[in-house]
Nanobody
Framework: VQLQASGGGLVQAGGSLRLSCAGS????????MAWYRQAPGKQRELVAD???????NYRDFLKGRFTISRDNAKDTLYLQMNSLKPEDTGVYYC??????????????????WGKGTLVTVSS
C-alpha cells in the first residue's frame, strides 16, 4: 500500500496548483482520505478531508479556495488550490485512514502517508 503525492511547485500569489495523490491497492477508493500541510516551523495541520462517498470537509481558513476530490477508478486523490496566498506555503501530504472512521482526522488517526509535495507561493 502506497501513496504518492505530486503537483507541488512554485507559484505566484493568486495562482493555482493541482495536487495529486496516487494510491495503490485501492487505498484511495476504500478509505477516508485527507490532505494536510506543514508550513516551515509549524505543526502539520488538516486542510481538507473526503469520505469514501465523496462528501468533503474543509478547514474554515480556506474560505472556499481549495477543492478536494477523488477518482476512485484511478485510485487518486486531488486537491485543487486556487487564489493561493504566501501563507499557503508548505509541504502538503495526503493520508489515508485505514481504521474504522470515528469522526476525526487527527494525525494519529491516519494510517498511511504520502511523502509530501512542496508548495511555495511567492508574494
Amino acid at each position: 500500500v502506497q501513496l504518492q503525492a505530486s503537483g507541488g511547485g512554485l507559484v505566484q500569489a493568486g495562482g493555482s496548483l493541482r495536487l495529486s495523490c496516487a494510491g495503490s491497492g485501492n487505498i484511495v477508493k476504500m478509505n477516508h482520505m485527507a490532505w494536510y500541510r506543514q508550513a516551515p516551523g509549524k505543526q502539520r495541520e488538516l486542510v481538507a478531508d473526503i469520505a469514501p462517498n465523496g462528501n468533503p470537509n474543509y478547514r474554515d481558513f480556506l474560505k472556499g479556495r481549495f477543492t478536494i476530490s477523488r477518482d476512485n477508478a484511478k485510485d487518486t486523490l486531488y486537491l485543487q488550490m486556487n487564489s493561493l496566498k504566501p501563507e499557503d506555503t508548505g509541504v502538503y501530504y495526503c493520508a489515508a485512514r485505514g481504521k474504522p472512521y470515528s469522526g476525526t482526522y487527527l494525525l494519529s488517526d491516519m494510517d498511511y502517508w504520502g511523502k509530501g509535495t512542496l508548495v511555495t507561493v511567492s508574494s
